[in-house]
């Protein structure tokens, strides 16, 4: 009896000294921290926190590619880790309950954001957004956002729906969209949904803007969108609920036709079409 009390003793040592404990579980792989955060709140806290996310994730680079297959629902991996190579996370995008054909409309840091139309036609997958998933391919866990840009039970116009995700700044991922204000034809807002809350809220005043929000990516904190006519980008603070704006290097001002536009490595990148040489635009 007393060697069981001094084994329990030890354990309950152990599991108080956070960094004793946090060691632990930097040891431990993907899913069974998952299950570990459902042993309590401390545990929970411990695991999501900032300083845990950039521990576990020091260096964080991509393992494969994941695009459009010939047929337009089904998707196509590669494998960019040879000595790892992992098996296709998916071919189909399938969630409970849904019969309707879904895209990816953006990745950000491991998770994907899934949208469906509502409507069988794959190629009609730019708007209206109907129903958003968040997936993460690694542990295969998702879940579904209430439908974006809906006031008082009327649906808007939505123009985007964006994820910001960063283990070094949150442990929780939100999502940007831009809808049509009821306040004006030519006016837009922001409603911004986090997983915290369950919730889309309205963020700001309704704004204008000629940006391009069909794509945005996310980068250094912010959402990004490009404004062809005023040759910027126009970017959303997601921390600070503010808009900026950043001006084109000179060699990109003019008349542009983007190829490419996203992050990589904590870079934003550009690529022009038809032009051979691809623009790494800013650092951090």
Request: net charge positive.
């Amino acid at each position: 009896m007393a060697v069981d009390i001094t084994i329990a003793t030890s354990a309950e040592i152990v599991v108080s000294i956070d960094d004793l404990l946090i060691q632990i579980l930097l040891r431990l792989p993907v899913k069974s921290l998952l299950r570990c955060k459902l042993v309590s709140k401390h545990w929970r806290s411990l695991i999501t926190s900032p300083l845990f996310c950039s521990l576990h994730h020091p260096d964080p680079h991509p393992v494969g590619l994941i695009y459009p297959g010939c047929k337009s629902s089904e998707f196509e991996y590669i494998n960019l880790d040879v000595k790892n190579p992992i098996n296709p996370p998916f071919r189909k995008l399938r969630f409970p309950g849904e019969s309707f054909p879904f895209w990816i409309q953006q990745s950000c840091n491991g998770l994907l954001l899934c949208c469906s139309s509502g409507t069988h036609d794959y190629m009609c997958k730019r708007y209206p957004v109907r129903r958003c998933y968040v997936y993460n391919p690694t542990t295969n866990c998702f879940f579904k956002l209430p439908r974006p840009g809906v006031v008082n039970d009327v649906p808007r116009i939505v123009l985007a729906v964006n994820l910001a995700f960063d283990h070094a700044k949150f442990p929780h991922y939100k999502v940007v969209c831009v809808r049509g204000s009821e306040f004006g034809c030519d006016l837009l807002q922001i409603e911004i949904y986090s997983a915290e809350s369950d919730v889309w809220r309205v963020s700001g005043k309704p704004f204008s803007d000629k940006a391009s929000f069909d794509f945005g990516v996310y980068w250094n904190g912010s959402i990004h969108w490009i404004n062809y006519l005023h040759n910027e980008l126009l970017y959303f603070d997601v921390d600070e609920e503010s808009f900026g704006n950043m001006s084109f290097p000179a060699r990109l001002r003019g008349r542009m036709n983007v190829g490419y536009f996203g992050e990589s490595r904590d870079c934003l990148h550009i690529l022009k079409k038809m032009l051979p040489k691809y623009h790494s635009m800013f650092t951090k």
